[in-house]
């Protein structure tokens, strides 16, 4: 794994990623906003893609990879499958989309994919703002990891990495990325 793949902490509450994924952009797209595309790296979800819409995503993690190791006890809750809610605050086809993540009992933080064109390829930057804290900083950024793994893995019709190996070895990584440096 290339260090350059790793989400970098831009600012006390957000961290970005950055990918080149083979094109056209509109492919790249698709697998955003369609929900069967989106089924095979996030989840699915059907949704309407203007800004003010709300939808939901139906994650499934285990079933993403055809590995399917089961996650250690810290996450057997998330084994099944679970449902977030979300709300679209910016889409600008095929270049920009913006949507909530999270809620309940305190604001969502939020979730940006700019697409751009890169000669042959798509660049993608995901940038995840208004982080509650240190622990949800390494969660997201364990996910955004292992899920965009996945999702470079089937653009280039690779078979993907099991998810929660995956998964809670990047989220250890990011344990000594993100709080060490500050201890």
Known sequence: ??????????????????????????????????????????????????????????????????????PTERFRQYDGSFTTQHQILRCEPPHLLVWTWGGGNEAPSEVTFELSEAGEQVRLVVTHRRLADDDTMVNVAGGWHTH????????????????????????????????????
């Open 148 to 183: 965009l793994g996945i999702l470079a893995d089937v653009l280039h019709g690779q078979p993907p990495a099991p998810f929660w190996p995956t998964f809670e070895r990047l989220e250890e990584e990011y344990q000594c990325r993100i709080i060490s440096p500050r201890n």
């Open 1 to 70: 794994m290339d260090d350059t793949d790793y989400g970098k902490q831009i600012a006390e509450e957000s961290v970005r990623f950055e990918r080149l994924l083979p094109g056209p952009i509109e492919r790249v797209w698709a697998f955003l906003t369609e929900s069967d595309k989106r089924a095979q790296w996030l989840a699915p979800g059907a949704m309407e893609p203007r800004a003010g819409s709300s939808f939901a995503l139906h994650f499934h993690n285990t079933e993403l990879t055809p590995d399917r190791t089961p």
